[in-house]
């Protein structure tokens, strides 16, 4: 059930959940705040817990609006898009024939039907990146299982709203985010070497950070990376909503401030 309080001028959405602790959230590209709470949870408790976070809160909402954004993707002619960390011109290719997407060595080709729109090149282009963190794949999972002595059953790549990555440790499937296909080839090592260390270890403690350090000692540099880099601006949509506090769920979201108290 969803309900909410006023923080000043901020105003703030309340959601009851059955967890065990209380969540204090940031989501862009507003600024919007939301706390998950558990249900036995009064709302003087929940206001009281949010005002201490007041200072927190107005520190996430500008960074925020301070926060480098890429710009809307409209697929003209020229336009800058990212391979693996690298900037390429798009030359736009009107033809009556099946739509194609071909990397060259300064340019990226998307060859569509005359008439097609914004919404339809974007899925093309969507669907060339899946293609190319699939590709990549089967060579880091063949060199990162038997080392991390993990064996995962199923790894989606898919777009998502708020994490470069997750993982479901039971069912030992991991997700990843297209925009991965994007950035430099060592973020996706990174975030797969994340996920796959949570099949050992699910929460961000003590054993996990050992792990981590030992297998990909310039982790927090590749992390770093990653969130130094543009984020795209579609209605809030790929950003991290960014979090007051370890919920233990294993999932590594779009930016580092969370992080940099939790890993």
């Given amino acids: 059930m969803a309900t909410g309080f006023q923080l000043g001028d901020i105003p703030v959405d309340v959601i009851r959940k059955d967890i065990k602790n209380v969540h204090l959230s940031v989501y862009p590209p507003s600024?919007?705040?939301?706390v998950a709470?558990?249900?036995w949870m009064t709302m003087d408790a929940i206001r009281l817990f949010a005002i201490n976070k007041l200072g927190w809160i107005k520190r996430e909402q500008k960074k925020l609006r301070d926060q480098p954004r890429e710009t809307p993707r409209e697929y003209l002619e020229r336009e800058s898009h990212y391979v693996w960390g690298r900037r390429y011109l798009l030359r736009v290719i009107e033809k009556d024939a099946?739509?194609?997407?071909e990397l060259k060595p300064r340019r990226?080709?998307?060859q569509i039907r005359p008439g097609t729109d914004i919404a339809r090149r974007d899925e093309l282009?969507?669907?060339w990146y899946r293609a190319n963190v699939k590709q990549a794949l089967p060579a880091l999972l063949a060199q990162w299982e038997p080392r991390l002595g993990v064996r995962v059953n199923r790894v989606f790549v898919q777009r998502m709203k708020t994490k470069w990555g997750s993982c479901n440790p039971t069912a030992r499937n991991v997700r990843l985010n297209t925009e991965l296909a994007k950035k430099p080839p060592e973020c996706l090592e990174y975030i797969l070497v994340h996920e796959l260390?949570?099949?050992?270890?699910p929460t961000h403690d003590a054993n996990f950070q050992s792990l981590m350090n030992r297998v990909l000692p310039h982790w927090r540099d590749r992390r770093a990376m990653l969130n130094e880099l543009s984020l795209r601006d579609e209605d809030g949509e790929r950003h991290k909503p960014q979090k007051s506090?370890?919920?233990g769920r294993q999932d590594l979201r779009l930016s580092d401030t969370e992080m940099r108290k939790r890993y």
């Fill in 31 to 34: 600024g919007a705040v939301r």
């Fill in 37 to 39: 709470a558990p249900e």
């Fill in 98 to 101: 099946t739509p194609c997407i």
């Fill in 108 to 110: 990226l080709d998307l």
């Fill in 125 to 127: 282009l969507a669907s």
């Fill in 197 to 201: 260390v949570h099949l050992k270890h």
């Fill in 245 to 247: 506090r370890a919920s």
